[in-house]
């Protein structure tokens, strides 16, 4: 079983929905959590990092971590066809700075 | 702007022959990472360095190897090179953010080794 499961989709949606990607892990030493947004046939970039439970906002993207769960969210509000990339979680175990490990990534599709 | 640059966007080789894959980054950077990418697996960590002259192997090093000689500089090589070693390859680089890094990646080489 992998560490961190993610649905690979594709998943694909109007223009203006609301997006909801999700990651599911089983090692409960994980802290940090991060998504990194990918073009096709570019580099991931990261778009928000979290530590611990909660949630953390940045314009159209928030990023909700729940650690008794296991489970981690990226919500994307008012989606564009520029949002049209694949999705990837990570996540990394405090004190072992460096090593994430990252799911297989989600294919996102925004349509006019 | 952080910059993670790498040497071919598309190489071609053949069987057994020795390929360099090199990596750059502008940013003063202490960590680097190679990883690849596969569909359905997702990236793979292939080695990483903390410093100059070190390496540490990550999850799937067999077939690899890897130089840091300069800190902005990181090479992976491929001894031999197999088809199974026809991937996306990754470069990141990193700093610190809080207690854990903030990982930066290069545009990737698309590898086919034929």
């Known amino acids: 079983q992998k560490e961190v499961e993610q649905d690979p989709g594709p998943l694909s949606v109007p223009e203006g929905a609301i997006v909801s990607l999700n990651c599911t892990y089983s090692?409960?030493?994980?802290?940090?959590f991060m998504w990194y947004r990918q073009y096709s046939r570019k580099g991931p970039e990261l778009l928000m990092y979290?530590?611990?439970?909660g949630n953390k906002e940045d314009g159209r993207f928030t990023a909700q971590v729940d650690k008794s769960s296991k489970y981690i969210s990226l919500f994307i509000r008012d989606s564009q066809p520029s949002d049209s990339a694949t999705y990837l979680c990570?996540?990394?175990?405090?004190?072992?700075?460096?090593?994430?490990?990252f799911g297989t990534g989600t294919r996102l599709q925004v349509t006019l | 702007d952080v910059k993670v640059t790498q040497s071919s966007r598309y190489l071609v080789k053949r069987t057994g022959e020795k390929v360099f894959l090199e990596c750059v980054q502008d940013?003063?950077?202490?960590?680097m990472f190679w990883y690849r990418q596969d569909p359905g697996l997702g990236l793979r960590l292939i080695y990483f360095?903390?410093?100059?002259?070190?390496?540490e192997k990550g999850d799937i090093p067999e077939g690899y190897s890897v130089s840091r000689e300069k800190k902005e500089r990181f090479s992976l090589i491929l001894e031999s090179a197999s088809t199974n070693q026809t991937s996306m390859y990754l470069c990141?680089?990193?700093?610190?953010?809080?207690?854990?890094?903030?990982?930066?990646f290069g545009p990737g080489t698309r590898l086919t080794v034929l």
């Open positions: 990141a680089s990193s700093f610190r953010t809080g207690g854990t890094d903030t990982q930066y």
């Open positions: 090692n409960s030493a994980f802290q940090y």
């Open positions: 979290t530590y611990s439970s």
């Open positions: 990570a996540m990394s175990k405090t004190g072992t700075a460096s090593k994430l490990t």
């Open positions: 940013m003063d950077h202490e960590n």
């Open positions: 360095s903390y410093d100059v002259k070190m390496k």
